[in-house]
């Protein structure tokens, strides 16, 4: 298990135990399970439908082999040399060099292009970046970034729940009552810190993206050039994307208008940070 998994895991249950002290502190267990059940609704429905949305997002349309046969050949020599199934392929218009992946798992992976990316990069920057959104196909990404935001969802849902029960009386399900200063506590950090948290774990798989990426490939140059070309596109070309939408890109496409927040805030790791990880990267 890599540092980057290990991290998310861990990531992931301080999420969960966040959920659940936060419900017992502020609804008791009527308050905990409703909100479970609310976030569980949401994990389902982003994780099944995350390829429709994503594709529809970016206004994206399924090429074929005939439509783009080099960049067909290189996703299936990726898919070869990872053991994966061949993935669908999307371009979506968009000028800005960008690229992302979706699908619920590897079997219904699907890897989206910008037109953009297909102007700017070299055949073997474009490879580097290939490599890196089938790594997160095959890492399951997809589902881990679900469940970490239905969770965060839900604990945002169930603290706003605690601000209403208080200003008009609500309680909780049993006799001890709920202490004021830990329920006002628990209604302003818990969505912050599940933020912070979700925040993190998406970092930390753009990280270990970055790394399966260029195990495929045996060397993380292609990569780490590729990633400092798009920055610098995303700095000057603008680009239509849902904020929503934004951390499944493998930079994030909305750099140039991006307010300067702390780094806590961002879905994506500093690009020089990633840089430097893959140029010392020894080839396996």
């Known amino acids: 298990m890599s540092k980057n998994t290990l991290k998310t895991m861990l990531l992931l249950s301080a999420l969960g135990g966040l959920f659940i002290v936060g419900g017992g502190v502020i609804g008791g267990n009527s308050g905990a399970v409703f909100?479970?059940?609310l976030g569980l609704i949401f994990v389902g429905g982003s994780y099944w439908f995350s390829d429709r949305i994503a594709v529809a997002s970016a206004r994206a349309r399924e090429v074929s082999e005939a439509e783009?046969?080099?960049?067909?050949?290189?996703v299936m020599g990726i898919?070869?040399?990872?053991?994966?199934?061949?993935?669908?392929?999307?371009?979506?218009?968009?000028?800005?060099?960008?690229?992302?992946?979706?699908?619920?798992?590897?079997?219904?992976?699907?890897?989206?292009?910008?037109?953009g990316i297909l102007q700017v990069l070299e055949p073997a920057e474009l490879e580097g970046v290939l490599a890196h959104e089938m790594a997160h196909v095959r890492?399951?990404?997809?589902?881990?970034?679900?469940?970490?935001?239905?969770?965060?969802?839900a604990i945002t849902f169930v603290a706003r729940m605690a601000m209403w029960g208080a200003m008009f009386g609500g309680g909780r399900d049993d006799d001890r009552?709920?202490?004021?200063i830990a329920l006002l506590a628990m209604m302003i950090?818990?969505?912050?810190?599940?933020?912070?948290?979700?925040?993190?774990?998406s970092r930390s798989r753009e990280f270990e993206a970055d790394?399966?990426?260029?195990?495929?490939?045996?060397?993380?140059?292609?990569?780490?050039?590729?990633?400092?070309?798009?920055?610098?596109?995303?700095?000057?070309?603008?680009?239509?994307v849902n904020p929503a939408q934004a951390s499944m890109y493998i930079i994030n496409p909305?750099?140039?208008?991006?307010?300067?927040?702390?780094?806590?805030f961002s879905t994506h790791p500093p690009t020089e940070e990633r840089v430097r990880r893959l140029r010392s990267q020894v080839s396996p």
């Open 35 to 37: 909100g479970l059940a």
């Open 68 to 74: 783009a046969p080099q960049l067909y050949s290189m």
């Open 79 to 115: 898919a070869q040399r990872a053991n994966m199934p061949m993935p669908k392929l999307y371009i979506s218009p968009m000028e800005q060099p960008n690229a992302f992946a979706t699908g619920r798992s590897p079997s219904k992976g699907v890897v989206c292009v910008t037109q």
């Open 139 to 153: 890492n399951r990404d997809v589902l881990i970034s679900s469940v970490a935001a239905a969770i965060a969802m």
């Open 177 to 180: 009552g709920a202490n004021p």
């Open 189 to 201: 950090l818990a969505p912050l810190a599940a933020m912070i948290i979700q925040m993190a774990i």
């Open 211 to 240: 790394r399966t990426g260029a195990h495929i490939l045996g060397q993380g140059e292609p990569l780490a050039r590729a990633l400092e070309k798009i920055e610098a596109y995303a700095k000057r070309v603008p680009a239509d």
């Open 254 to 264: 909305l750099t140039g208008r991006k307010v300067n927040f702390a780094n806590l």
